[in-house]
């Protein structure tokens, strides 16, 4: 896998992987940025909600195990010494439907974290991984 970053302008980067998408990356106008796009710490948790997130959607596929909508929200602390890592993440699984079947939507959530997401295996290493699921929450 390879991937070009291209400084834009100031503090703003470009981004673009072997998908041939772009991303683009900003910091906060005290930094040098415009304030225009994610900063690079922001998307290394969105990577993180997308690969899991993916990983749940295909395994409850899997097991016939309809949902009709879900998201994760994601809670970080980062160390406040240089480098700034994330020290705790928390994932936050929200599901709504009908009759939803908690057995294996746990069984995909646990797959997914222990198994499957690549970014939660690389960040569990430096950063303690936590999640929960909510089952029908108030939106």
């Not at 994610?38 to 409850?60: I, Y």
């Not at 599901?95 to 970014?119: M, P």
Request: charged share 25%; net charge neutral; glycine share 6%.
């Amino acid at each position: 896998m390879q991937v070009t970053v291209q400084r834009f302008k100031n503090n703003t980067f470009l981004a673009r992987g072997e998908s041939n998408h772009w991303v683009v990356m900003d910091t906060k106008v005290e930094h040098g940025g415009s304030e225009g796009a994610n900063a690079p710490m922001e998307l290394v948790l969105c990577a993180l909600g997308g690969c899991t997130g993916m990983d749940v959607e295909s395994l409850l596929r899997k097991m016939r195990t309809p949902v009709r909508d879900f998201r994760i929200d994601i809670a970080a602390e980062r160390s406040q010494e240089h480098p700034r890592i994330f020290t705790r993440i928390h994932l936050e699984y929200k599901f709504w439907g009908e009759n939803l079947n908690l057995e294996s939507i746990t069984k995909a959530v646990e797959l997914s974290q222990k198994k499957y997401c690549s970014v939660s295996a690389m960040l569990s290493k430096a950063a303690e991984l936590t999640y929960s699921i909510k089952i029908n929450p108030e939106q």
